[in-house]
């Protein structure tokens, strides 16, 4: 009689260790496969108060300030992140002291497919004095080209302006551009000393 009280302690003491056993395994593998899934979903790097200089042959191309900016390297198609905004200048070698300028209240670039865009109030002053206001803007540098879909309001440097209902498409230089469904108030003076 006393040798099966053992018995059934020890079994019943085995039992409850291979219960825990398996509990405690059981765990440990769903908290992998959870952490495993988030694991690249953090920045990489974090710059706080960014002041970011790019130059081309020892040329000043571009000046970019914003209060955060994320780097996101570890994922298929690494980003660049400014959530605060950003304040853009860029320089022409052809008017390299009247630098252009974009600002946004949010950005990403996409590095490896040379793909930019701005979100949020996104405002850009050409080197020739054009202004442009839209809520959203996309450049594909590869293509040299930017475009949006949003209504595009612009103001040119002797006062006239031009709507874009449905958006433009322009090179990034602002060389040429396209608007969809545009309306304005135009200098006639202007108009008419262009086609002499």
């Not at 979903?41 to 020892?58: E, T």
């Not at 322009?170 to 202007?190: H, L, M, V």
Request: aromatic content about 14%; some cysteine; charged content about 30%.
């Amino acid at each position: 009689m006393n040798f099966s009280k053992k018995i059934s302690y020890k079994n019943i003491a085995c039992l409850f260790s291979c219960a825990i056993f398996f509990i405690l395994t059981s765990c440990e593998e769903d908290l992998t496969k959870s952490n495993g899934s988030q694991s690249k979903n953090f920045p990489s790097q974090i710059i706080n108060n960014a002041n970011i200089v790019q130059r081309d042959s020892g040329f000043v191309t571009l000046k970019a300030k914003a209060p955060i900016i994320e780097k996101y390297e570890l994922i298929d198609s690494p980003y660049v992140v400014a959530r605060k905004g950003i304040n853009i200048e860029f320089f022409d070698k052809k008017k390299p002291k009247i630098p252009g300028k974009i600002t946004a209240r949010y950005a990403r670039i996409f590095e490896y497919k040379k793909f930019y865009e701005a979100k949020g109030d996104v405002r850009i002053t050409t080197n020739e004095g054009q202004k442009f206001a839209m809520q959203s803007i996309y450049w594909d540098q590869k293509k040299n080209r930017i475009y949006t879909k949003d209504t595009v309001y612009v103001t040119m440097e002797d006062g006239s302006t031009l709507v874009g209902a449905n958006g433009m498409t322009a090179k990034d230089d602002f060389s040429e551009y396209t608007f969809y469904n545009n309306s304005g108030d135009f200098n006639s003076k202007r108009i008419s000393e262009n086609k002499k």
